[in-house]
């Protein structure tokens, strides 16, 4: 069964990364739009919870561990940097539709009833028994080459 959501494997070869570069400077870019109409604490949830999928999805996306000057480590963050940007809940079901169109972009959404269920199981019912074109999304996570993310988030602003 085709869920229309990129499962591949896209993002860096080992011999691509460079922690080096300005985040401007790196052919991928990732985003991640949050409904802007979603209470402070919602709004935080739902773009942890796409991000963390997001790292699943593809590879090369977080860099190595720091280490301080006392030695402990601190574990690698996004090396490419990660833009939260806010849009009305239409915006989010009109970007997911045409981002999974494209290829070579790693989608990853959350549905909203993802926010309105405890239980993992209830939400794969109430997921499952709703048709793709009747989901509305609380955070939609864009990953793929920089010139097609940046059209399909044209006119977005940061997540205030």
Not at 3 to 20: L, Y
Not at 38 to 49: E, F, Q, S
């Amino acid at each position: 069964m085709s869920t229309g959501v990129e499962t591949a494997r896209i993002g860096f070869a080992p011999d691509e990364i460079d922690q080096s570069l300005s985040t401007r400077e790196v052919p991928f870019k990732w985003v991640v739009v949050v409904d802007h109409d979603l209470p402070a604490g919602r709004a935080v949830n739902a773009a942890v919870c796409v991000a963390g999928a997001t790292t699943q999805r593809t590879s090369g996306l977080l860099g190595a561990d720091a280490a301080d000057a006392d030695g402990s480590t601190h574990p690698g963050l996004p090396w490419i940097g990660c833009t939260v940007l806010g849009a009305p809940a239409q915006r989010l079901t009109d970007l997911r539709r045409q981002a999974v169109a494209q290829p070579g972009v790693a989608v990853v959404d959350m549905p909203t009833q993802a926010q309105h269920t405890r239980v993992y199981d209830d939400y794969l019912f109430a997921v499952g028994n709703s048709r793709g074109a009747d989901l509305s999304y609380c955070a939609v996570s864009l990953f793929g080459p920089r010139r097609v993310i940046d059209k399909l988030v044209k006119g977005l602003s940061l997540l205030p």
